[in-house]
């Protein structure tokens, strides 16, 4: 007889791949042959994750073929979903695709999916499984009551169950007897789930003596004691409240979208779809505007990391960000608190931003930032984007509070939900679906998703419907409520940037100086002109254009950082695009002039001037009282103040100290950039990507390392060693950089390679692979040596030739 195994290693290797494609859980790790992936694809969890892969109508006809008696009569089925046998079939082929039914001529059930769905179609077991656990005596009794008959012969379970079937193959008398009370606890269990709690179910109660609702329908047979206060709903009696119905109302087509059709100028209009012109112009208006929001995205991103590059955050002991910082963070770039939140989390999950040590650390910006900032606007916002798609943190989770009535505070390990990934995705690719012009409401999108998805329902996942729609608007992958395309190329794998390009202004170098001290930049700056001009300049309003001004103190806080007062004055000329107007260059060198004059140490800290008269007039001001200041020598005066306090003072009485170190030098207060190292675990916990998409090629070297270990298995690990075409001799050996060069040229033609590889113990073997990638300090390829897929550190890589090249040692 075939067994699934054998059904298994029939299919072709394109179903396979499909399995594989639909199921990528199951070869992570690859299974030694299809044996081990039969047994793999039968256990809770890899039953459990298809199951919850699959639509209610796709389901249904799952639960159908577990409740409808074997063997199926033709068009059975389709009878039971009540839809047409087409529709049905196509179902019973992706389930087929899935290798939860097998079979090529008869659908069977996968094994473990019968544990997976424990009431199929809500119904419970049949009448001989419901009292299969009663005592003989309890199974004795029932029998007298119900049949009128004593038992003849000798007692027996088997033949009192199936006397019980029959009495309960129409029960309708039975339910009439027990009373209306009655018939409405049963309705209630009717359409499942079709178990309740009761007081006492394993007390025998007799038809006579049975007072309450429930002890009519257990003294009836109408309801199974499975323990103490576990009552259950027998198939047979269901059915018969059912009327013969396996489901109420389950079509094949998921339920429309509803929600708003947008116009040019307007937001929305009544409910419906647009077409014509006026959806072509509603669609580039929404591309319009998520550019917009794109742009924004990108710009509050680098806003936030530079300020964090130069006064980080500090971390939470628990983890996270402060609901002080975070609200600072907020009030700096305008946003809402959760606006905030999601900043940071999606710079989190891109890889720019970490924590730096373990205890006492500070949230930081990461070298990859500095490589972030050298690519366009659009490839920052691909990063981003990518980053927040594929995360498993739930940003709008940050604020509130867990099941402990514990505040969840954003950055911190409390945010992460295993099902954000896939919701997240999953609302997208709903938003998708939509008509061109339509705008799906929240609701509608959770209707959707209870019909794709129905076992990954809950409250959760109805708060992140809301949460994907407002961050998908602000980060600008929707405008106006709509998937626009180059969102559509992202959430596909493809390269957004293309796309989004057209929409996005081009950079500027070029800033227009005022003589009233104001600067406006017509665009977004290039990303040098930014941070020079944020340096030296207060950002006075954003918009279309951004207008910066010039005053004192940000001139001072650019000496402060190092300029000096013509490398700013040549910048500023450099990218002005009229001359420098007097007032800016009286001011620069107003302000240069004084700074530095005043030279303040630690002892705990000094002031120090090459002009005694100056300290006079310090000493004078009777602000400085509170510096309990003294001199030391008639250009010295001592204080008890610490450095940082004493420099704050003397520019709040309208002076320019600047910091002095041990040697006389200037300290640089503001330091341009501080960065912090990921830790090695910081890729896994900043970005758990579930397994819901595997790798193309992967696939195909799994499905090649099945094969050859299910004929490993049959013949021999030697004989598939002798068909891998294993060369004899020395390893090859070759330079480090050609070993690299050569495996990823082999990636790209899709050819075999023969390597040497050391173990850990130095030894070296040859190894016939195919490549997959090589990245990360890995190749990953398909081992025709081992007839299974695996990681080779690039380091122990001794050398590699083409097996058509190579003459091989005989």
Do not use: C
């Not at 429930?214 to 206060?229: P, V």
């Not at 020598?633 to 709040?652: F, I, K, M, N």
């Not at 100290?657 to 030098?665: F, L, R």
């Amino acid at each position: 007889m075939e067994t699934f195994a054998d059904w298994l290693r029939a299919r072709d290797d394109e179903a396979l791949r499909a399995l594989l494609s639909a199921r990528p859980e199951l070869v992570s790790p690859v299974p030694a042959d299809l044996t081990a992936l039969a047994a793999r694809a039968s256990t809770p969890a890899t039953v459990s994750r298809a199951l919850d892969r699959l639509d209610r109508f796709s389901l249904a006809v799952l639960e159908a073929l577990l409740v409808l008696p074997r063997p199926l009569a033709p068009g059975a089925l389709a009878e039971a979903m009540g839809t047409a046998a087409g529709e049905v079939a196509r179902s019973v082929e992706r389930l087929r695709r899935y290798a939860l039914v097998w079979g090529d001529d008869t659908d069977n059930v996968a094994p473990g999916v019968r544990q997976g769905l424990p009431h199929p179609a809500g119904l419970g077991p049949p009448v001989q499984e419901a009292f299969a656990g009663y005592p003989l005596d309890r199974l004795t009794t029932l029998i007298i009551d119900l049949d009128g008959r004593e038992p003849r012969g000798f007692p027996d379970s088997g033949r009192f169950l199936e006397r019980l079937a029959a009495v309960l193959s129409a029960p309708e008398s039975l339910i009439e007897d027990a009373g209306p009370e009655a018939r409405t606890a049963l309705e209630q269990l009717a359409w499942g789930p079709p178990v309740g709690r009761v007081a006492d179910a394993r007390r025998p109660v007799r038809v006579a003596t049975a007072t309450t609702p429930i002890e009519r329908l257990l003294a009836r047979g109408l309801l199974a004691a499975e323990d103490d206060r576990t009552v259950t709903l027998p198939r047979e009696v269901a059915l018969h409240l059912r009327k013969g119905r396996l489901f109420r109302n389950v079509g094949p087509q998921p339920p429309a979208l509803t929600g708003r059709a947008l116009t040019p100028g307007r937001s929305a209009v009544a409910s419906g779809s647009a077409s014509g012109s006026r959806s072509g112009a509603a669609d580039d208006l929404a591309v319009r505007t998520a550019a917009g929001e794109a742009f924004t995205a990108v710009r509050l991103t680098e806003e936030l990391l530079e300020r964090w590059g130069t006064d980080p955050p500090p971390v939470l002991r628990s983890g996270g960000l402060a609901v002080r910082e975070l609200r600072g963070t907020a009030t700096l770039l305008e946003v809402e608190e959760w606006h905030a939140a999601l900043l940071a989390e999606v710079a989190y999950a891109a890889g720019l931003l970490t924590r730096s040590g373990d205890l006492d650390g500070e949230w930081l910006p990461t070298p990859a930032y500095d490589l972030w900032l050298m690519r366009d606007t659009a490839g920052r916002w691909t990063e981003l984007a990518r980053g927040w798609l594929k995360t498993d943190r739930a940003p709008g989770l940050a604020g509130g509070r867990d099941d402990r009535d514990r505040l969840i505070n954003a950055l911190s390990e409390a945010v992460v939900r295993t099902s954000a990934p896939p919701t997240r995705a999953a609302i997208l690719r709903v938003l998708a679906d939509a008509d061109p012009g339509l705008a799906a409401d929240a609701e509608a999108i959770t209707t959707r998703l209870a019909w794709l998805h129905p076992r990954r329902a809950g409250p959760l996942r109805d708060r992140l419907v809301g949460w994907t729609l407002r961050e998908a608007a602000v980060l600008g992958i929707t405008g106006f409520g709509q998937l626009v395309p180059y969102a559509r190329d992202l959430l596909e794998g493809g390269d957004p940037e293309p796309a989004l390009e057209k929409y996005l202004p081009e950079p500027v170098d070029r800033i227009l100086i005022q003589a009233d001290l104001t600067a406006i930049a017509p665009g977004p700056l290039v990303t040098e002109l930014a941070r020079e001009l944020s340096l030296a300049a207060e950002v006075e309003s954003t918009g279309g254009a951004t207008v910066y001004r010039f005053t004192p103190t940000s001139v001072r806080r650019a000496l402060d950082a190092g300029r000096t007062a013509g490398e700013l004055a040549q910048l500023l000329a450099r990218h002005s695009a009229t001359p420098l107007p007097q007032p800016l260059t009286y001011l620069i060198e107003d302000v240069a002039r004084r700074h530095g004059h005043l030279r303040v140490g630690a002892l705990s800290s000094y002031v120090r001037s090459d002009s005694p008269a100056t300290l006079d007039e310090i000493l004078a001001d009777r602000r400085s009282d509170a510096l309990r200041l003294h001199r030391l020598a008639p250009s010295v005066l001592a204080s008890g103040l610490e450095r940082a306090e004493l420099l704050a003072a003397l520019r709040a009485m309208g002076l320019a100290p600047v910091a002095e170190a041990p040697g006389g030098g200037i300290i640089v207060t503001r330091p341009d950039v501080l960065r912090a190292d990921p830790p090695p675990t910081a890729e896994i916990m900043r970005v758990r990507v579930g397994t819901e998409q595997a790798d193309a090629s992967m696939i195909s070297a799994a499905v090649r390392a099945l094969r050859a270990g299910d004929e490993a298995a049959r013949h021999g690990a030697e004989h598939a060693r002798l068909r891998a075409g294993a060369p004899a001799g020395d390893p090859p050996r070759s330079p480090a950089a050609a070993t690299v060069d050569r495996l990823r040229a082999a990636v790209e033609q899709g050819i075999r390679v023969w390597i040497g590889y050391l173990d850990q113990q130095g030894g070296s073997s040859s190894r016939i692979v195919e490549p997959v990638r090589v990245e990360g300090g890995f190749l990953t390829g398909y081992d025709a040596t081992r007839a299974a897929v695996q990681r080779f550190a690039l380091h122990r890589i001794t050398g590699v030739a083409e097996l058509d090249d190579e003459e091989k040692p005989s």
